[in-house]
């Protein structure tokens, strides 16, 4: 469920908020918090870009009408006109608000509230994006991106997740599965996400989610252009920095609303081809064969194949690096023995015994190959542990 106006007077530094008006819009959405200075300073023209998120609770001294109240109810105006779900100010300048600006309010349901000067607007600021970071971790948590991946959920309801969340989608959707590339390690990511909702530009194109021991870097713009997804990602490893050696295994793009799963499932699979080979695809339409053999590895039947086809391999080593370094080089004798430092006959006779212990002497090359590279890479996903 969304996070409400209501649900922010039971943090600790709000709970001494007085509402004065605009009872009926308690239930308005928030899913980010601002600090109004200036903005509405006699001169200051803010018309081309609004300065408040929508569905943004905004606080202030009001230390700009000082001098003339009647610039409070333009200020309230273009508050609601913005779409912002509530306003807050610090009784240092005033204890009430002018009559006109209260009516305002309350036609609209647009709750204005009125707090102490014990009240500091950095802890006020803080616990509020950490509500709005509780509140998208609970509506995209583990399980449901698990359900997401595994394609287990309708349609429906991935919709209802995305409108429920503090990003505001744009057309287009990617996501980035972001790990380290050493098996079992984890991200530090208490620091990543306090300095993610902190940043007000980032949250208006990304959002993050945890994930097995990873975070999911959910991107959004209103163009497909892949060029200005790589450009928002930047941005947010910039601003994040992602520690030690990781990989950035990238979805394609969807339109998030009907296919927000498909781009974390195609970010998972991307990061579990990567692990398996112990090298990076960049992006889901580089993975190949893995983008079936991923959502298949963990049937009974992939299972059966793989470990029937590859049993007189295990314990041989030489043989077994050998095919590995071969499908890795797409069947490429020449390729093969450069990367392993041998002699390209070398690898011929390893490949032929090969054949010999899988009793596949009567296969052509292609079908060697193809079932080779299906059992080892059905292996490889298992021994990476992803699965």
Known sequence: MALKVKDLLHLQSLQGLRLLSGERGLDRVVCSVGIMDYEFAEGVDYQNEAPFERDSFVISSLLFAQSDSSRILEAVKALYEMGTSAFAFKSVIFDTLPQEVLDFSREKNYPIFVFGLERYFENIVYEIMEAVQRDDTQILDEQMIKRMIEGDMPGDEVSRICKNLSLFFKEHAQAVYVRPRAKGERLKT???FRNFYMNKALKKKSLLCRYDGGVFVILTAASENLEGFEVILKEVCDNLSFEGAVYFSRSDIHPPHEALDLC????????AASMAEGREYANYEKIGAFSYLVPLANTQAMRTFSEGFLKPLLGREEYLSTCQEWVFQKGDINATALSMNCHQ???????SKVKELLAAEEKTEAEFYGELSAALRIHLLHESGVL
């Open 264 to 271: 974390l499932r195609e970010s998972f699979h991307t990061f």
């Open 345 to 351: 006959n070398t690898i011929r006779y390893r490949l």
């Open 190 to 192: 208490t620091r990543i």
